[in-house]
């Protein structure tokens, strides 16, 4: 029996989906109040009964433009989460973005010294953290911002470059027990 090995060439990291999910989501409230407060406004406004016909035109108009902009908003933040992550190779760690206009930075991964990995009480809850890399050529932070798994990718990049230093601000769960 031959044994087969994979070999990967690049790691691709995106923000975590829970940071995605929370921008809809309160996208979705936000315009929600929107529409809730221009009704309201519109009925306490004396003239409702008078010209209910109208305000109705009105009304609808108002929360078709609304609706309208909601589904350009989201597509927005969907295409922004979609074009912007790290890529990590065994040589360098590449941060893409943009939608039209597109920048990449590179950062060689022999010049990183230190990860430090800071997370919060909801990021320890919905497993995401920021881990900050430091890259003594260019003396610059990158910042793997708010990335799901971070423990995962602290090992993998501790695995390349086994000489990092690592630093971990972690913030427990109150309710766990770590042995």
């Known amino acids: 029996m031959t044994e087969h090995t994979i070999t990967l060439t690049h790691i691709n990291i995106r923000q975590s989906i829970a940071i995605l ?3 809809l989501v309160l996208i979705d409230v936000i315009l929600a109040f929107i529409v809730i407060g221009f009704y309201f406004i ?5 003239e409702f009964t008078q010209f209910a016909a109208y305000n109705n035109i009105l009304f609808l108009s108002v ?7 909601k589904i350009f908003l989201s597509i927005y933040i969907v295409l922004l989460w979609l074009n912007e992550y790290y890529e990590i190779t065994p040589e360098n760690i590449i941060h893409k973005r943009g ?26 809850l919905l497993n995401f953290a920021t881990i900050t890399l430091y890259d003594i050529r260019l003396q610059k932070y990158l910042d793997l911002y708010l990335i799901h798994n971070p423990n995962r990718y602290e090992r993998i990049l501790k695995a390349l470059r086994p000489s990092l230093e690592v630093q971990t601000d972690h913030v427990h ?5 770590e042995q």
């Open 173 to 177: 769960i109150p309710f766990t027990h």
């Open 21 to 23: 999910l929370t921008k």
């Open 63 to 69: 929360f078709g433009v609304i609706g309208i902009c």
């Open 42 to 46: 519109l009925v306490n406004g004396g």
């Open 99 to 124: 939608i039209i206009f597109r920048k990449s930075e590179m950062y060689r991964l022999s010049k990183v010294r230190e990860i430090k990995v800071h997370d919060s009480f909801l990021g320890e």
